[in-house]
């Protein structure tokens, strides 16, 4: 049917089907700032239009009932000023607030928060930072904890009221100290705006779906009702039959080659245990059959057309049964290939065994030894831009793959095979993401795609719905973990132990080096005090078992939450028994710079280990700064603050945890970057790297520009494509920043070389004499010592064009031999109802030591979303099933993840060291403050009231629970 | 396959509507505002939008209020100025988008027991009316009689303001779907009426003409047979004690 929709005051006339949501003729008429969740009950925000002025989700109303009202997106907020001959009206406060203030990180739910404060501003010209979080409260954010969105808006309502010389009070109240000297720099070290805010600010078509062609097919996938099943019998001929559907594929229709869907260098470290399509399912919501069709409607209907006969298997649910005898086998295929110690026969998928010392002499020499088993629960990344891809044939017969993937160049290699294409014939393409976490370090759906291309010829894009997102992709690896320390009466640990069971779910994918990490990164924290710093006993051992529960993954952090949730609450426990204070047992027995990692002598997920010192460490400062932060010494053992007047149910607590993290995988991750000079002083550079809403690309043009003397604006970036772009492993590990980095590094510093080179004959030809190390670049310019100056685009201008024509441009790689950890202290306060164990976080301060911080808006930014999300992990955010394993939370409404109206106060405190392996100082900042916030509201919660809470989250019922045991006594 | 044109009516008159309905066989999709999920609807069936039937007033009179079920829950909630835990409830039910976007309707078309906005309107007593049948019935006979496929909708819900009303809520979250929530409300005669919710389909009422005190065992009652995935039985009713005499107490009455 035809109808009219007033579309940012212009009437479009549009054709639709008569039940399409608002939404998607939105996108169909090309406004694509307005994006898809994947929801079913409105909960992302990231689809918001104004109706008439006030923000709604376009997913919850059907275009012909938006007939007669006038919707409003953010392509009508403001355009780019200046567009060559014609100046354009210029960003509105609105977006220039966003910009400037670093609140744009993924940028996927951006048009929407952009909307939904001008819909306050139009009624509130000066809203209270309540109405602000208020009015953001429909709309989810992953990355941003919404502190800087909040400060934007409050900043936009002080310039529209053109209070434009008073400062912007800020929220999230972020504090720069240096524990080492850091060298004066001109671009690194500053607030500069991200590269992409611009356009992801306009809602610009930026993400894999805003590609798609007319005439894409949407793919669907038929998913497993049952946990563990054979397929006996699969009949797609209905489903075939239906007009529209383009191509109906099963396991019998595509070539059967094992792989991991891990995206991880080659070779992957870990079992290949893993089909496109099977004749076996191992979790529901496993894959069963792919569809093509010209509508999602048609989709799903032949999704319903398909008849399967499935033969039941018995399921293993709980990882604790998955190893007995008898246990039903969940990987019986011939074809499964082994990695190191996985054994399917015992639905093993990895074990690990690591000795550190003497363990055992080590406990023998203690005075107490403290036993105690937690529990880590499954949870989602969440990002809010679900998994999404789109392929095409190009007109050279190459398959085209737009994909919103952390690991592209990984992508291309493993689907190769799967394709039976040869890796020349497939580019991936990687536009902006909005949101990864790890789970898009996935080679997840691209192969749907693909192979629906090859049987179709066609165009065809698939984007995971949102209950797809949490019964069929990954997730953070669930473990029980059993802790056994013996310490000296002083507090000095002699022996630390960590026995873990770690539940892969149905398939292998980062089975062992997820797990690795748990003890590899949490339990190298405290390697003892006096003889024990010198010679550690630390012993970490772990079984890694397949279930028929939707398989783990990579998820921020990598394993390594799952190891400070336990360590972080048994140290507290050791603390308070030994009378010991938290704070000085803990620095007593921690890791100090100029020591050895001490796993690196013992472990490299499977590889030969190679022992690395660690150079830098400001953890103390961290505890002093973050401990000054919350007020500690006030709070800690003070009664008087652990009480609230007048209520004597609700008590007051603090709690603290310490954590460390990597940067970058040593000797083996590699990054690449080209770079190279245009004629007016500008430079492309092109990196394989993936930031993934992170700033990387941003931060990494800093490097850049610091090193060739220009500004941010003067590097254009590239990101990526494995066409054009060189080689990268992708974005994981935290290793963008130190490992790309020094890969930009490396190429600016040739390139710079050559601009010197070329200027010294520029010099010569004016007489005079200069030596190229006598050149300073600086301000887009070749400057000699006595101040005479050659503009870079009168270098570029000679380079290109007049004499010895070159093009001055460089293509460097870096793997580097050392992985740096950052350092951090981080706190909490809660406040716990002792009669129903409700707990409420009020402060979040972390400390973190990530060496020198190359843009500080973005690092912090970095840290506020990972504490936001950490704190889901603390209070919140879990995976269940039944005992059928179907999930409990499908959607964004049963698994709770923070509004921005309920948010605890964020702190943020960089204590910068100079980390000498980098060559700005730099470790990372994106995955440790996943690791403490957990353990430290653990902390406060029995600091406030007793309760010792074993496995979180730590929800009312837990502590409810553990306050009876006490009581009972 | 082309998308079958199915028929669109938007009347604006309830005699336009009835019009309508007597010409159109079978199945009709009504369409009462925003909605969650359309893929429930027939694909069929001719569409026919409520929005222009005036259904989306909030008219109080005295102390009686009629809320047209096309009203959106962010228009409920400004209504009700000065009703904190009404607000209360709907700021925990969902964000603003959603309260912007979500009909009264189609939200007790959803609504289960774990809602927080349900418990609080069941407090109240409210009753519904349904078109075109022009039937009334209580809002606790609507909800156990939901169907998938109504041949009828919602035009308004009826509610009396009560003298005092209270709610208190265990969730993990501030702004998280409650694992128990209760809301008590009392009228002029002091009568006390409580929907205990966190639960099942539907939060359940208790009506208590007598003493406050018969109150706790009926509460325990409400929560015998609670545990789900959300909670156990046993916390459930120990935590409905604690939530029942914080109800009581701050509506001045004490058990
Ligand atoms: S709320 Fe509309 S797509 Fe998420
Ligand atoms: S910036 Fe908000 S979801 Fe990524």
């Known amino acids: 049917m035809k109808i009219q929709l007033e579309i940012n005051r212009q009437t479009v006339e549009v054709e639709v089907a008569p039940q399409a949501r608002l939404l998607d003729v939105l996108r169909q008429v090309g406004i694509l700032s307005v994006k898809s969740g994947g929801c079913q009950r409105g909960e992302c925000g990231a689809c918001t239009v104004l109706l008439d002025g006030k923000p709604i989700n376009s997913c919850m109303l059907l275009a012909v009932q938006a007939q007669g009202h006038a919707i409003s997106t953010v392509e009508a907020e403001g355009e780019y000023l200046d567009q060559g001959w014609k100046q354009g009206v210029g960003l509105s406060p609105l977006q220039r607030a966003f910009i400037e203030n670093g609140s744009i990180q993924c940028g996927y739910c951006t048009s929407a928060m952009v909307l939904a404060a001008k819909a306050l501003l139009a009624r509130n010209s000066d809203p209270s930072e309540a109405e602000v979080r208020e009015a953001l409260s429909g709309i989810l954010c992953r990355c941003t904890a919404y502190v800087k969105p909040v400060e934007a808006v409050l900043r936009a309502a002080q310039l529209m009221r053109e209070e434009n010389d008073q400062a912007a009070k800020p929220l999230g109240t972020l504090k720069i100290v240096e524990a080492d000297e850091i060298p004066e720099t001109t671009v690194v070290g500053k607030a500069v705006p991200k590269v992409d805010a611009s356009k992801l600010v306009q809602g610009k078509p930026a993400f894999t779906a805003d590609f798609a062609p007319t005439g894409t097919l949407v793919a669907k996938v038929l998913r497993s009702p049952v946990a563990h099943a054979r397929i006996k019998r699969i009949d797609a001929t209905r489903a075939r039959a239906l007009p529209g559907v383009a191509a109906v594929l099963t396991w019998e229709d595509i070539p059967r080659v094992v792989y991991s869907t891990a995206g991880q260098s080659d070779p992957i470290p870990g079992p290949l245990d893993t089909f496109s399509l099977d004749n076996k399912v191992r979790f529901v919501g496993d894959r069963v059959a792919f569809v093509a069709a010209e509508t999602e409607a048609i989709a799903q209907k032949a999704l319903e057309l398909i008849e399967v006969e499935y033969e039941e298997l018995p399921a293993v649910l709980d990882s604790r049964e998955a190893m007995k005898p008898g246990a039903p086998i969940i990987h019986d295929e011939p074809e499964y290939v082994n990695f190191a110690d996985s054994d399917p026969t015992h639905n093993k998928a990895a074990a690990i065994r690591i000795d550190i010392g003497d363990v055992e002499q080590g406990f023998a020499e203690a005075d107490r030894i403290y036993e105690q088993e937690y529990e880590v629960p499954k949870v989602q990344q969440a990002h809010i831009e679900p998994h999404v891809a789109l392929s095409y044939w190009d007109a050279d017969g190459r398959l085209v793959i737009y994909s919103s993937t952390q690991v592209p160049f990984h992508a291309r290699r493993m689907l190769a095979p799967l394709l039976k294409l040869p890796v020349k014939r497939i580019r991936v393409i990687k536009p902006r993401i909005g949101g990864g976490f790890g789970g898009k370090q996935e080679v997840l759906i691209e192969d749907v795609v693909a192979h629906l291309t090859i049987a179709t010829g066609k165009p065809v894009l698939y984007q995971m719905s949102r209950e797809e997102e949490f019964i069929a992709s990954r997730s953070r690896h669930p473990m029980r973990i059993k802790m056994r320390t013996g310490v000296k009466r002083d507090g000095t640990i002699t022996a630390n132990e960590m026995i873990a069971l770690s539940d892969t779910g149905a398939y292998g994918c980062h089975a062992l080096t997820v797990t690795g990490n748990t003890g590899q990164k949490s339990m190298a924290l405290y390697v003892g005090d006096g003889k024990y710093r010198l010679s550690p006993n630390i012993r970490f051992y772990a079984d890694i078992v397949y279930t028929n529960t939707p398989p783990a993954g990579a998820y921020r952090g990598y394993g390594v939450p799952q190891g400070f949730w336990p360590l972080e609450r048994h140290m507290e426990m050791i603390a308070r028994d030994l009378g010991l204070d938290p704070l000085s047992f803990r620095i007593k027995n921690a890791l100090r710079s100029g020591e050895y990692q001490p796993f690196s002598t013992s472990w490299n997920e499977g590889r030969e280990p190679r022992p690395e010192i660690v150079e830098t460490v400001g953890l103390e400062k961290c505890v002093r700064e973050g401990a000054q932060a919350i007020d500690w010494e006030h709070k800690y053992r003070n009664p008087e603050w652990h009480e609230v007047p007048g209520k004597p149910h609700l008590k007051r607590g603090i709690g603290v945890a310490m954590v460390m993290q990597g940067t970058a995988i040593p000797y083996l991750d590699m990054g690449g970057a080209s770079l190279k000079l245009n004629e007016d002083g500008s430079f492309n550079l092109l990196v394989g790297a993936t930031d993934l809403g992170t700033g990387s690309d941003t931060i990494l043009a800093q490097m850049a520009a610091e090193i060739l003397g220009v500004n941010t604006e003067d590097i254009i970036v590239y990101s990526s494509d494995t066409d054009f772009t060189p080689f990268d492993k992708g974005a994981y590990a935290s290793s963008t920043t130190y490992i790309s980095g020094t890969a930009v590094i490396k190429a600016a510093v040739e390139v710079s070389e050559k601009i010197c080179a070329r200027a010294v004959k520029m010099f010569a030809a004016n007489g005079k004499v200069v030596a190229a190390d006598e050149i300073t670049l600086k301000e887009g310019c070749a400057i000699a010592p006595d101040g005479s100056r050659i503009t870079l685009a009168e270098i570029a201008l000679e380079s290109l064009h007049h004499a010895e024509q070159e093009q001055i441009m460089a293509v460097a790689s870096y793997v580097s031999p050392s992985s740096p950890p950052p350092f951090a202290a981080q706190f909490a306060t809660v406040l716990v109802d002792t009669q129903t164990g409700q707990v409420q976080v009020e402060d979040l301060v972390m400390a973190v030591d990530g060496g020198v911080i190359i843009n500080p808006a973005t690092a912090s930014g970095q840290i506020e979303g990972g504490m936001a999300q950490a704190l889901g992990y603390a209070v919140c955010e879990e995976m269940r099933y039944d005992e059928h394993g179907v999930a409990r939370e499908k959607d964004l409404v049963d698994y709770h993840i923070f509004r921005a109206d309920e948010m605890p106060n964020l702190k943020t405190i960089f204590v910068q060291t100079y980390e000498p392996t980098h060559p700005f100082g730099a470790k990372a900042v994106a995955e440790i403050p996943m690791d403490g916030v957990a353990p430290a509201v653990g902390n406060a919660v029995l600091d406030a009231c007793g309760a010792q809470i074993y496995a979180n989250p730590i929800t009312p019922e837990k502590v409810w629970e553990s306050l009876k045991r006490t009581k009972r006594g | ?255």
């Open chain 2, 1 to 255: 396959m082309k998308n079958e044109t199915v028929a669109y009516f938007r009347p604006k008159t309830i005699s336009e509507l009835e019009e309508i309905l007597s010409r159109v066989q079978g199945e009709v999709n009504f369409l009462s505002g925003g909605d969650y999920n359309f893929a429930s609807l027939d694909q069929s069936a001719p569409l026919v939008d409520l929005q222009s039937l005036g259904l989306d007033q909030i008219i109080s009179n005295g102390n009686t209020v009629e809320i047209g079920a096309l009203a959106t829950l962010e228009q409920i909630k400004e209504a009700f100025q000065g009703w904190d835990c009404l607000q209360e409830a709907l700021s925990i039910e969902a964000g603003l988008n959603v309260r912007n976007s979500l009909s009264l309707a189609n939200f007790l078309k959803t609504a289960d027991g774990r809602s927080p906005f349900l418990c609080v309107l069941l407090a109240f007593a409210p009753t519904i009316a349904l078109l075109p049948s022009h039937q009334s019935m209580r809002l606790e006979t609507y909800l156990s009689s939901r169907q998938k496929k109504p041949t009828e909708f919602i035009s308004t819900l009826n509610l009396a303001l009560p003298k005092g009303l209270a709610f208190e809520a265990i969730a993990r979250t501030p702004k998280d779907r409650p694992i128990i929530c209760m809301a008590a409300a009392v009228d002029d005669l002091g009568k006390l009426r409580i929907a205990c919710g966190g639960m099942q389909n539907s939060p359940q009422v208790i009506n208590i003409s007598t003493e406050p005190q018969s109150a706790i065992d009926l509460v325990r009652q409400a929560y015998q047979q609670s545990t789900d995935a959300w909670a156990s039985t046993e916390y459930r009713q120990a935590t409905s004690q604690v939530l029942l005499s914080r109800l009581l107490q701050s509506l001045g009455l004490s058990v």
